[in-house]
């Protein structure tokens, strides 16, 4: 895979599963590659229907295939999960963008938990200029 940054923009969430027993979800979203390096947009206060609008980066190194979203519902002592889904990195470097609704889908992934929207651009790093003389 080549190497470069990852510019990763979540747009929004539509029709997320509710978690909550009394009112919507209070929805948020971590993002990343590696478990060891997670990004995590802002929570959305008592919506199923939240935007966010949040612009991440990420380096991208030989071996980042894959790109997460885990979304959850925060909740005043812990949280729950509404769902996740990945994304192959292939998507973004064959165009070297990618603007899609992706869904959530559930456990046996014949139903949704709702979809995030997310846009993103990879740039690739510059090789380095050998001087040969």
Same mark, same amino acid.
């Given at each position: 895979?080549?190497?470069?940054?990852?510019?990763?923009?979540? +747009?929004?969430?539509? *029709?997320?599963?509710?978690?909550? /027993?009394?009112?919507? *979800?209070?929805? #948020?979203?971590? +993002?990343?590659?590696?478990?060891? #390096?997670?990004?995590?947009?802002?929570?959305?206060?008592?919506?199923? *229907?939240?935007?966010?609008?949040?612009?991440?980066?990420? *380096?991208?190194?030989?071996?980042?295939?894959?790109?997460?979203?885990? /979304? #959850?519902?925060?909740?005043?002592?812990?949280?729950?999960?509404?769902?996740?889904?990945?994304?192959?990195?292939?998507?973004?470097?064959?165009?070297?963008?990618?603007?899609?609704?992706?869904?959530?889908?559930?456990?046996?992934?014949?139903?949704?938990?709702?979809?995030?929207?997310?846009?993103?651009?990879?740039?690739?790093?510059?090789?380095? +200029?050998?001087? +040969?003389?």
């Amino acid at each position: 895979m080549p190497e470069g940054t990852l510019e990763v923009i979540v +747009i929004e969430g539509q *029709n997320l599963k509710d978690r909550d /027993v009394v009112g919507q *979800n209070d929805a #948020y979203i971590e +993002i990343y590659t590696d478990k060891k #390096y997670k990004q995590r947009t802002k929570t959305i206060s008592n919506t199923n *229907n939240p935007t966010w609008n949040e612009r991440f980066t990420f *380096n991208i190194h030989k071996g980042d295939d894959t790109i997460h979203f885990d /979304v #959850y519902d925060a909740d005043v002592v812990g949280r729950d999960s509404i769902g996740n889904c990945k994304v192959k990195l292939k998507h973004v470097f064959d165009d070297g963008k990618f603007d899609e609704w992706v869904k959530l889908p559930t456990m046996l992934g014949l139903a949704s938990n709702g979809q995030i929207h997310v846009v993103m651009n990879f740039r690739l790093t510059s090789a380095p +200029i050998l001087n +040969i003389l």
